[in-house]
């Protein structure tokens, strides 16, 4: 007889799944291995995608999904963390999979696991690969969590590997150099296996690691580059080019980095899954993330973007500075207790005008003074307000602010997700 399901509520099976593993967060294949083999889900669709890197793997998930989809191809995604909903995670056709999809999806795994503990992290990943291996997919693109080498998402066999900006972040668990963490993103690479690197300035470690395993690399500015020109840029392959090609749909500059490496990935997939100039143009222009240097305009234009290490900081400040505003900007600020929040905001200090730092609903997330603190070590002649909530930095700011102002919030996903919420109008 077959087991009963654990719970029939999705919020039931991932409070659950936060209490199952003692720790967090563990490294390591060996546990989600044997279950997904259990599973039989190690091949989620004939083509596989994997994207790992620092900064830019939601982006480029999120612009391959989108250009694949516009080709007519039937497309899975799976990313990570998410803004709003656990649902948005896993991904069939461009949309998030419903409840009833992720508790089935669950009770599989939950079935199949026996006495084995998992993470939270490794349970979804698990999760989204059974879902997506049950479905009639052309391509499946998965989004690493952390790292590379250890992170659930390398139980699968990449039939191309994308690795994005590498930066410094998560270092107690990858490396405390650039170095040491681009060899673990190094780790989705497979033999004779093709591997693009959008970062423009790759790592030496990762030219190290391709030419050990004997994976094809492709690098921009390199085998690949890019060129812009106002509203429109160029890309310029080994084999193929596309000229007057639309800038991403997402603000930032940083972003027809992402855009090249989707690109040079699109070339070496074309003799299966062949996309023309047209419907990449189409998928450039339409995507959509939100909370990526997400723009609500209005009298006070308010800027979200998830950003919570220094080249995401750095690549923010850029943006900001290319649409400058005629009056102060004002930014709400919420990090986890892990983050460099030194490294974070100095990018961010001649920009911003009025500071508000606030805690989150969650554990890891500093409280509001304790970031205040922090930030009033780097700030001079700026105001730093505490907030214990971001409902608290809103009651702020809704008679602090005038026409022509920036409301800027960022520092985590949790950050842009709570104000969100808010619904804020500051018009």
């Known amino acids: 007889m077959a087991q009963a399901a654990r719970f029939s509520r999705l919020q039931d099976w991932l409070d659950w799944q936060e209490t199952l593993h003692p720790e967090s967060i563990e490294l390591g294949l060996a546990r989600v291995g044997t279950v997904a083999d259990r599973l039989a889900c190690r091949q989620p669709a004939p083509l596989v995608i994997s994207v790992a890197g620092t900064n830019g793997k939601g982006s480029s998930v999120a612009l391959l999904e989108a250009i694949l989809l516009r080709a007519g191809y039937r497309v899975g995604a799976y990313t990570s963390p998410h803004l709003f909903n656990y649902n948005e995670r896993v991904r069939l056709m461009g949309e998030a999979v419903e409840d009833g999809l992720l508790c089935d999806a669950f009770a599989r795994v939950d079935a199949r696991r026996g006495d084995i503990s998992l993470t939270y992290f490794e349970f979804g990943t698990l999760a989204a690969l059974d879902i997506f291996s049950q479905q009639t997919l052309d391509i499946a693109i998965l989004e690493v969590g952390l790292g590379g080498r250890l992170d659930a998402v390398n139980i699968v066999d990449a039939d191309v590997a994308l690795i994005t900006t590498i930066g410094i972040d998560h270092t107690a668990w990858l490396g405390e150099d650039r170095e040491a963490i681009a060899r673990e993103k190094a780790g989705i690479m497979r033999a004779g296996r093709p591997v693009v690197c959008s970062d423009s300035h790759c790592p030496d470690a990762i030219e190290q690691e391709?030419?050990?395993?004997?994976?094809?690399?492709?690098?921009?500015?390199?085998?690949?580059?890019?060129?812009?020109?106002?509203?429109?840029?160029?890309?310029?392959?080994?084999?193929?080019?596309?000229?007057?090609?639309?800038?991403?749909?997402?603000?930032?500059?940083?972003?027809?980095?992402?855009?090249?490496?989707?690109?040079?990935?699109?070339?070496?997939?074309?003799?299966?899954?062949?996309?023309?100039?047209?419907?990449?143009?189409?998928?450039?222009?339409?995507?959509?993330?939100?909370?990526?240097?997400?723009?609500?305009?209005?009298?006070?234009?308010?800027?979200?973007?998830?950003?919570?290490?220094?080249?995401?900081?750095?690549?923010?400040?850029?943006?900001?500075?290319?649409?400058?505003?005629?009056?102060?900007?004002?930014?709400?600020?919420?990090?986890?207790?892990?983050?460099?929040?030194?490294?974070?905001?100095?990018?961010?200090?001649?920009?911003?005008?009025?500071?508000?730092?606030?805690?989150?609903?969650?554990?890891?997330?500093?409280?509001?003074?304790?970031?205040?603190?922090?930030?009033?070590?780097?700030?001079?002649?700026?105001?730093?307000?505490?907030?214990?909530?971001?409902?608290?930095?809103?009651?702020?700011?809704?008679?602090?602010?005038?026409?022509?102002?920036?409301?800027?919030?960022?520092?985590?996903?949790?950050?842009?997700?709570?104000?969100?919420?808010?619904?804020?109008?500051?018009?």
């Open 210 to 427: 391709a030419q050990r395993v004997g994976a094809p690399l492709y690098r921009l500015g390199r085998e690949f580059r890019l060129s812009h020109s106002g509203r429109h840029w160029h890309w310029q392959g080994a084999q193929s080019s596309f000229r007057d090609l639309p800038v991403p749909a997402l603000h930032g500059g940083h972003q027809l980095a992402n855009a090249a490496g989707v690109m040079q990935v699109l070339e070496l997939l074309d003799n299966s899954l062949p996309v023309d100039q047209k419907t990449r143009a189409a998928g450039l222009k339409w995507m959509s993330l939100p909370g990526r240097i997400q723009r609500i305009s209005g009298s006070v234009e308010q800027v979200l973007d998830v950003s919570h290490n220094a080249q995401a900081a750095e690549a923010l400040a850029d943006a900001l500075r290319l649409t400058p505003v005629a009056g102060r900007t004002h930014a709400v600020v919420g990090m986890m207790r892990d983050k460099e929040v030194a490294h974070f905001l100095t990018p961010l200090l001649d920009l911003v005008d009025v500071w508000y730092a606030t805690g989150l609903s969650v554990d890891r997330a500093f409280a509001g003074d304790k970031l205040a603190g922090l930030i009033r070590d780097h700030v001079s002649g700026q105001s730093v307000h505490v907030c214990k909530m971001p409902s608290d930095a809103l009651d702020y700011l809704r008679p602090a602010v005038k026409a022509g102002d920036r409301v800027l919030v960022c520092g985590s996903f949790h950050t842009v997700a709570e104000w969100s919420a808010l619904n804020p109008m500051l018009n």
